[in-house]
C-alpha cells in the first residue's frame, strides 16, 4: 500500500508545471532572465526581443544599485510600433508573469500614427526615451496620475520639469482608433485608456522601472544604463532626438 501511495505521489510531482520561484528568478544569470520572460507567449509575439535584452539588463544594473523602490515589475513602452497596436507591457520579473498590456500614446510632436522624434527639452511636447523611475500618485487634470523620473541625463533628465506623468485620457482608445485611424497624442506623456490606467498605475507605482525605446541606435550609443553593442545589432536607425 505504501509503494503505491509513493508511486502515486512521484507521478503527480512529475506531471505538475514546473514555475521559478521569486528567489531562484532573481539568482538567474541576465541572459536566463531574458529568455525566460521571452518564453511568454504575449510578450514573445509582442516585443521585440532587442528591445526586451535592454530592458531587463538595464533594469537588474537599477535593481542592483538599489535605485529601484519596487522591483518587482518592469515596465517597457515600445514606441517601434504604430499607436494602434499595444505598446506598452508590465512584466512581474520576480514570477514570470505579464501583469498588463495596454495602448499608450504619444507626445503630440513626436509623430501621427509612428514616434519618429524625441526630446528632452521642455516645451517640445515629444515623448522622451530611456530608464525612468516611476514616483508617487496624485490627484491632477488628468484624475489619477502617476509622476516620472527620468534618470538619464540628456535623454529624459528634464521629465519632472515637463511634468511627464501616466495619466489617462479619452483619447487613447478603440472608438478614437476607428474615427482617426491612430490614437490622439499627449504633451509628452505616455498617456493610457481612462478604463485601465488606474489599475497599470497602481501596479508600477513606488519606484520600479520603465523603459521606453523605439529602435533609435543614438540612444544606444548615448545611454550609460545599455551596453553599446546593442546598437551593433539593430537595423534601425532612423529615429531623431533633439
Same mark, same amino acid.
Request: charged letters at 20%; hydrophobic letters at 35%.
Given at each position: 500500500?505504501?509503494?503505491?501511495?509513493?508511486?502515486? %505521489?512521484?507521478?503527480?510531482?512529475?506531471?505538475?508545471?514546473?514555475?521559478?520561484?521569486? *528567489?531562484?528568478?532573481?539568482? +538567474?544569470? !541576465?541572459?536566463?532572465?531574458?529568455? *525566460?520572460?521571452?518564453?511568454?507567449? /504575449?510578450?514573445?509575439?509582442?516585443?521585440?526581443?532587442?528591445?526586451?535584452?535592454?530592458?531587463?539588463? #538595464?533594469?537588474?544594473?537599477? =535593481?542592483?544599485? #538599489?535605485?529601484?523602490?519596487? $522591483?518587482?515589475?518592469? &515596465?517597457?513602452? $515600445?514606441?517601434?510600433?504604430?499607436?494602434?497596436?499595444?505598446?506598452?507591457?508590465?512584466?512581474?520579473?520576480?514570477?514570470?508573469?505579464?501583469?498588463?498590456?495596454?495602448?499608450?500614446?504619444?507626445?503630440?510632436?513626436?509623430?501621427?500614427?509612428?514616434?519618429?522624434? %524625441?526630446?528632452?527639452?521642455?516645451?517640445? %511636447?515629444?515623448?522622451?526615451? #530611456?530608464?525612468?523611475? *516611476?514616483?508617487? *500618485?496624485?490627484?491632477?487634470?488628468?484624475?489619477?496620475?502617476? =509622476?516620472?523620473?527620468?534618470?538619464?541625463?540628456?535623454?529624459?533628465?528634464?521629465? /519632472? &520639469?515637463?511634468?511627464? !506623468?501616466?495619466?489617462?485620457? $479619452?483619447?487613447?482608445? /478603440?472608438? %478614437?482608433?476607428?474615427?482617426?485611424? =491612430?490614437? #490622439?497624442?499627449?504633451?509628452?506623456?505616455?498617456?493610457?485608456?481612462?478604463?485601465?490606467?488606474?489599475?497599470?498605475?497602481?501596479?508600477?507605482?513606488?519606484?520600479?522601472? +520603465?523603459?521606453?525605446?523605439?529602435?533609435?541606435?543614438?540612444?544606444?550609443?548615448?545611454?550609460?544604463?545599455?551596453?553599446?553593442?546593442?546598437?551593433?545589432?539593430?537595423?534601425?536607425?532612423?529615429? =531623431?532626438?533633439?
Amino acid at each position: 500500500m505504501t509503494s503505491r501511495v509513493f508511486a502515486l %505521489f512521484a507521478f503527480l510531482l512529475l506531471c505538475m508545471p514546473f514555475q521559478a520561484d521569486a *528567489t531562484s528568478l532573481r539568482k +538567474l544569470p !541576465v541572459q536566463k532572465h531574458i529568455e *525566460t520572460i521571452y518564453r511568454l507567449p /504575449e510578450v514573445r509575439s509582442n516585443l521585440d526581443y532587442k528591445t526586451l535584452q535592454m530592458a531587463v539588463s #538595464g533594469y537588474m544594473r537599477l =535593481r542592483d544599485n #538599489g535605485v529601484l523602490g519596487n $522591483d518587482d515589475v518592469l &515596465t517597457i513602452i $515600445d514606441y517601434n510600433k504604430p499607436s494602434v497596436r499595444k505598446r506598452m507591457f508590465v512584466i512581474d520579473v520576480n514570477n514570470n508573469r505579464l501583469l498588463a498590456s495596454s495602448l499608450v500614446a504619444h507626445g503630440k510632436n513626436s509623430g501621427q500614427n509612428m514616434a519618429m522624434s %524625441f526630446s528632452n527639452i521642455p516645451g517640445s %511636447f515629444k515623448s522622451s526615451l #530611456g530608464f525612468f523611475v *516611476t514616483g508617487q *500618485t496624485y490627484q491632477g487634470k488628468h484624475g489619477y496620475s502617476l =509622476r516620472l523620473k527620468g534618470i538619464e541625463r540628456g535623454i529624459n533628465s528634464n521629465a /519632472e &520639469t515637463r511634468n511627464i !506623468v501616466i495619466h489617462g485620457a $479619452d483619447y487613447v482608445s /478603440e472608438a %478614437f482608433i476607428k474615427r482617426h485611424g =491612430r490614437l #490622439g497624442r499627449s504633451l509628452g506623456c505616455p498617456a493610457l485608456p481612462m478604463g485601465s490606467s488606474h489599475r497599470v498605475i497602481d501596479l508600477i507605482k513606488g519606484g520600479s522601472c +520603465l523603459f521606453i525605446y523605439n529602435g533609435d541606435d543614438s540612444y544606444v550609443y548615448d545611454s550609460r544604463l545599455v551596453k553599446p553593442d546593442f546598437a551593433m545589432q539593430s537595423g534601425g536607425g532612423a529615429s =531623431r532626438r533633439s
